[in-house]
């Protein structure tokens, strides 16, 4: 037997209400921990008045602009995620419009693409 990555099993496929619930669950946690993460965050930025050398400073106000930045970024796709729960959309992938594995759902569940178009090329499927 040949093992085509086309065939796609969908019984992997679906999502129970059981599982969407717990998705749900995880996508509400993880945008209340992002959002706590922004708000200390801002209030834990060191300012240039503090008694740190002005290269440590600064270091440290790039690192806590990183960090916001990547934190805005996973609630913007976490806050995302669960629209499309509301809508009907989740677990279909955004390029094919198949469906997104349970598993891969399971680990990240605001993935908006199959692990397939994932892996495709910005210049062959997403422009």
């Known amino acids: 037997m040949v093992n085509n990555p086309l065939i796609v099993d969908r019984a992997a496929t679906r999502l129970s ?40 400073t600064a270091s440290q106000v790039e690192v806590h602009v990183k960090l916001a930045a990547a934190a805005r970024m996973v609630l913007a796709d976490v806050e995302a995620a669960l629209r499309r729960m509301d809508e009907g959309s989740y677990g279909a992938c955004r390029l094919c419009g198949g469906p997104i594995a349970r598993e891969r759902l399971m680990i990240v569940p605001q993935a908006r693409y199959c692990a397939r178009c994932q892996h495709v090329p910005w210049t062959e499927a997403r422009c």
């Open 17 to 56: 209400a059981e599982d969407l619930a717990a998705l749900r669950e995880n996508l509400t946690e993880q945008r209340l921990f992002r959002q706590e993460q922004l708000q200390q965050l801002a209030g834990a930025a060191p300012s240039r008045t503090d008694d740190v050398p002005r290269h440590d």
